[in-house]
Structure formats: C-alpha cells, structure tokens
C-alpha cells in the first residue's frame, strides 16, 4: 500500500506540474484552458493504456471480472486516480462545475481507491475509464471550438452527433452489459457491484442531460429551418407580385 500511495502522490504532482508549465507558458488563454488541455491529455492516455488492457493483455472484463489486478491495471488507475484528486480539487477551486460532476469524481476516486486496496476487479476499473474517458476528447473539442468562435459550424455539429452516439453506446449500452456481467458473476465483491451499480445510475444522469441538449438543440435547429423556409415563401410571393 505505501508504494501504491507513493505512485499517486507522485502522479498527482505531475498533473499539477504539467498544468503548471502550461499556466506559465501560455497564460494568456486563462486558468480553464490550461486545465482543459491536462484533461485532455489525461483521456488519451487513460484510453490508450486501457484500450490495451481491454483488447490485448486481458483479461476480458465481460466474462472474467473480479480477477486479481495486473501490474499494467494498477498504472492506468494510479495515473487516472492522480488526475481525479487534482481536477476535483480544481474544480471545487474554481467552482466551476455542478453537483453532479462533482459527484462524478468523487465516486471515480472513491471506486479507484477501493480496487487498488482490495488487490482485485482492476480489469473493471479500466473498462469503466475507458467508458468514461472515450467521449472527454470530443467534449473538450467541443468547448475549444466554442472559446475559438467556431462552435457554429459543420465541425461542431460532428463533434456533438458524435458524442452523443459515442456516449449513447459505450456508457448505456455496452455499460448496460458490463454491468450485468458484473452482477451475474460471482466473483467480483459486493461492493465492487454496488459501485458499478451507483456508476451505471450516474450514466443515466448524465444521459438526461444530453438528452435535454439534444432536444433543445434540435428544436433551435427546426425554428431556424422553419423561420428560413418562411422568409424564402415570402420573398418568391413578392417575386410573383412585382
């Protein structure tokens, strides 16, 4: 245990390093830029080591959950786990999120903590990262776009259809299944399956409120087509008039 609280420390304090060369080198985008930009790095680097956990080392978390962590296993959630303490420390810094994201961390840290004291299920810790950390590029992308003006075009359109479909299917329905392989199982812990339970109802949280963008958005898209259709009705009416 005390080199595995070693380990986060250690990776704790390169987060906070990295966000700081990125502060003191490009300062002039502000605090939530340079934060962002960790986040992003940490998604792709949590996606790709867990990517290769999933696919190549195994095991497979649909059908061998509960296992005994694996050296690789433990890295990826020491890495994740670091992240997790310092943006959730950012965040309540600067207040910028909501209850529910700050939920959100709170029970990453606290499911990372406990699958690195039990020795075991680390293959469904770095399942639910990669679920979790799959969408963070395109979210970013989506606020970079927006800082940058150019939110309202073709680019931020794929972006967000590609979210919502990327989200839609890793965190419902493949996490739907993950879920029910890990309760049907009888190796994982109990609770290890409470956790995944109180992760998979957070999903749902998060998917009702995409599902809320999504209808707004839609709605503000079918106002603008019928204001447009409307206008081109009057001006050929007037065409046929003169």
Same mark, same amino acid.
């Given at each position: 245990?005390?080199?595995?609280?070693?380990?986060?420390?250690?990776?704790?304090?390169?987060?906070?390093?990295?966000?700081?060369?990125?502060?003191?080198?490009?300062?002039?985008?502000?605090?939530?830029?340079?934060?962002? $930009?960790? =986040? +992003?790095?940490? *998604?792709?680097?949590?996606?790709?080591?867990? !990517?290769? @956990?999933?696919?190549? %080392?195994?095991?497979?978390?649909?059908?061998?959950?509960?296992?005994?962590?694996?050296?690789?296993?433990?890295?990826?959630?020491?890495?994740?786990?670091?992240?997790?303490?310092?943006?959730?420390?950012?965040?309540?810094?600067?207040?910028?999120?909501?209850?529910?994201?700050?939920?959100?961390?709170?029970?990453?840290?606290?499911?990372? $903590?406990? =699958? +690195?004291?039990? *020795?075991?299920?680390?293959?469904?810790?770095? !399942?639910? @990262?990669?679920?979790? %950390?799959?969408?963070?590029?395109?979210?970013?992308?989506?606020?970079?776009?927006?800082?940058?003006?150019?939110?309202?075009?073709?680019?931020?359109?794929?972006?967000?259809?590609?979210?919502?479909?990327?989200?839609?299917?890793?965190?419902?329905?493949?996490?739907?299944?993950?879920?029910?392989?890990?309760?049907?199982?009888?190796?994982?812990?109990?609770?290890?399956?409470?956790?995944?339970?109180?992760?998979?109802?957070?999903?749902?949280?998060?998917?009702?409120?995409?599902?809320?963008?999504?209808?707004?958005?839609?709605?503000?898209?079918?106002?603008?087509?019928?204001?447009?259709?409307?206008?081109?009705?009057?001006?050929?009416?007037?065409?046929?008039?003169?």
């Amino acid at each position: 245990m005390t080199s595995l609280a070693v380990g986060v420390v250690l990776c704790l304090t390169g987060w906070i390093t990295l966000y700081t060369l990125l502060c003191n080198t490009n300062g002039s985008r502000g605090f939530e830029w340079n934060c962002r $930009l960790v =986040t +992003l790095l940490h *998604g792709i680097l949590a996606v790709c080591i867990t !990517a290769y @956990i999933g696919y190549v %080392e195994g095991p497979w978390p649909f059908t061998h959950p509960g296992t005994k962590n694996t050296p690789l296993q433990i890295t990826a959630m020491v890495i994740s786990l670091g992240y997790f303490i310092f943006d959730m420390g950012w965040c309540v810094y600067f207040r910028t999120e909501g209850p529910v994201m700050l939920i959100h961390h709170t029970m990453s840290i606290l499911g990372i $903590l406990l =699958t +690195l004291s039990l *020795g075991e299920s680390g293959i469904e810790s770095c !399942a639910v @990262i990669f679920a979790s %950390e799959i969408t963070n590029p395109l979210l970013q992308a989506r606020w970079f776009l927006r800082q940058l003006g150019r939110y309202e075009s073709l680019t931020g359109e794929a972006v967000d259809l590609l979210f919502v479909v990327l989200f839609v299917f890793m965190r419902i329905v493949v996490g739907g299944r993950m879920l029910y392989c890990e309760l049907i199982s009888p190796w994982p812990r109990f609770i290890i399956k409470c956790e995944g339970v109180a992760m998979y109802v957070l999903s749902w949280v998060f998917m009702v409120d995409i599902g809320r963008f999504a209808y707004r958005k839609s709605q503000s898209k079918y106002r603008r087509w019928r204001n447009q259709h409307r206008a081109a009705a009057v001006n050929g009416h007037d065409g046929k008039t003169d």
